[in-house]
T-cell receptor, first 113, second 111 residues
Framework: GGIITQTPKFLIGQEGQKLTLKCQQNFNHDTMYWYRQDSGKGLRLIYYSITENDLQKGDLSEGYDASREKKSSFSLTVTSAQKNEMAVFLC????????????FGPGTRLTVL | GEQVEQRPPHLSVREGDSAVITCTYTDPNSYYFFWYKQEPGASLQLLMKVFSSTEINEGQGFTVLLNKKDKRLSLNLTAAHPGDSAAYFCAVHTGNYKYVFGAGTRLKVIA
């Protein structure tokens, strides 16, 4: 088995601030994802990375940057936090070798003051 | 691209009753399908996967059915209990590294 860790668990920022969320996985999965989930809603894809140093935009990439420095880690940056940014950000990973089962981290809950 | 519609958005059943959640998808070439459970305040937990070559998969207290002809995926909780109260999401792997998720079903099981 493996695990996905996300830091921090809770993130409080000021409007206009640049904020970074981090994700680590030890599944040795090739592909990693960042999703945003608003309260009571579904998941929206922000960025994904097929392999190390690759970046692909999802449906909600505007206002975000991402970085895949190594296979096990994937970071997401909110470039200028907005009040409507308050949501839970979920990191996930998957691999063709595991039949594309996608596993999720515990999430980072973002609050913008 | 692939589109997934999940129904119903909210579902309330009594303990011991069955609960059925359905997703319909559009791409006949989709091959991998997943169901996730999300308890309040928690992340998504993988419940079950089903491949295009299988039609029925059984877990603890639930069954997943795939109807390829109708492009319909369903999750049947056979005898719901309060611990099943959660949000459930279906997901379809699109073949280009991306997944399309249903909007979710909020299930409440009343004791």
């Amino acid at each position: 088995g493996g695990i996905i860790t996300q830091t921090p668990k809770f993130l409080i920022g000021q409007e206009g601030q640049k904020l970074t969320l981090k994700c680590q996985q030890n599944f040795n999965h090739d592909t990693m994802y960042w999703y945003r989930q608003d309260s009571g809603k579904g998941l929206r894809l922000i960025y994904y990375s097929i392999t190390e140093n690759d970046l692909q935009k999802g449906d909600l990439s505007e206002g975000y940057d991402a970085s895949r420095e190594k296979k096990s880690s994937f970071s997401l940056t909110v470039t200028s936090a907005q009040k409507n940014e308050m949501a839970v950000f979920l990191c996930a990973s998957s691999s063709r070798d595991s039949s594309y089962e996608q596993y999720f981290g515990p999430g980072t809950r973002l609050t913008v003051l | 691209g692939e589109q997934v519609e999940q129904r119903p958005p909210h579902l309330s059943v009594r303990e011991g009753d069955s609960a059925v959640i359905t997703c319909t998808y559009t791409d006949p070439n989709s091959y991998y399908f997943f169901w996730y459970k999300q308890e309040p305040g928690a992340s998504l937990q993988l419940l079950m996967k089903v491949f295009s070559s299988t039609e029925i998969n059984e877990g603890q207290g639930f069954t997943v059915l795939l109807n390829k002809k109708d492009k319909r995926l369903s999750l049947n909780l056979t005898a719901a209990h309060p611990g099943d109260s959660a949000a459930y999401f279906c997901a379809v792997h699109t073949g280009n590294y991306k997944y399309v998720f249903g909007a979710g079903t909020r299930l409440k099981v009343i004791a």
